[in-house]
């Protein structure tokens, strides 16, 4: 088990610490609102992330390998939430006056890796690779799988968001802090081209 971990960790730590959707939206929040602010948004993320790896380590993959149309509209609303989030911060940086920015909520935690279909690969090749017990046994494997992905994920947010608060805390003023949610906003608008384009 000790090995399965070591060698988990060594697979995922490309995935987690580089800037993903979800990275560059941790930073953002962390940068604006600080890190204080995203732990309502981590919370549901990391809960929804362990929820929907325990179910794909289950097999419940199958369903979206066997509707690629499914993992389209997937991809169109992952992307349409995350434009969703950059306008947020975009109508801030451009009305300060009338316009107030909120930190991502809970829902918007969930709602993020819910709605993230390369996730869903991930994990499912996650489990592909690393799921290699039968019988009872297996059923252990995938909690353990599951719980270790999501704490990778914790850690590498939780870096990210302490970087953006870094950031955030240049750009304190507020000329400087519309700058920061223009900045921020035009990155994530990226982020969700991206997640179209890939």
């Known amino acids: 088990m000790i090995e399965i971990a070591f060698a988990l960790l060594l697979f995922l730590f490309p995935l987690a610490y580089s800037?993903?959707?979800?990275?560059?939206?941790?930073?953002?929040?962390?940068a604006?609102?600080?890190f204080r602010a995203t732990l309502p948004a981590s919370v549901g993320y990391h809960l929804a992330t362990w929820a929907v790896t325990v179910l794909i380590g289950f097999g419940a993959v199958g369903t979206l390998a066997a509707m690629p149309g499914l993992f389209?509209?997937?991809?169109?609303?992952?992307?349409?939430?995350v434009f969703w989030?950059?306008?947020g911060l975009l109508?801030?940086?451009?009305?300060?006056?009338?316009?107030?920015?909120?930190?991502?909520?809970?829902?918007?935690?969930?709602?993020?890796?819910?709605?993230?279909?390369k996730a869903y690969v991930i994990i499912g090749l996650m489990f592909t690779q690393f799921l290699?017990?039968?019988?009872?046994?297996?059923?252990a494997l995938v909690l353990v799988i599951?719980?270790?992905?999501?704490?990778?994920?914790?850690?590498a947010f939780s870096i990210w968001t302490l970087a953006g608060e870094r950031l955030g805390a240049l750009f304190a003023n507020g000329a400087s802090g519309r700058v920061l949610n223009v900045s921020f906003g035009l990155i994530l608008a990226g982020v969700?081209?991206?997640?179209?384009?890939v």
């Open 19 to 30: 800037p993903g959707p979800g990275n560059m939206v941790f930073a953002a929040n962390g």
């Open 146 to 155: 599951a719980t270790i992905f999501t704490f990778n994920n914790l850690m």
């Open 72 to 81: 389209w509209a997937l991809k169109l609303a992952g992307a349409g939430y």
């Open 32 to 34: 604006r609102f600080g």
């Open 192 to 197: 969700a081209v991206w997640m179209l384009w």
């Open 91 to 117: 109508r801030a940086g451009a009305w300060a006056d009338t316009v107030e920015p909120r930190p991502a909520t809970f829902r918007d935690g969930v709602m993020l890796l819910l709605l993230n279909p």
């Open 132 to 139: 290699t017990v039968t019988g009872p046994e297996r059923a």
């Open 85 to 87: 989030l950059a306008l």
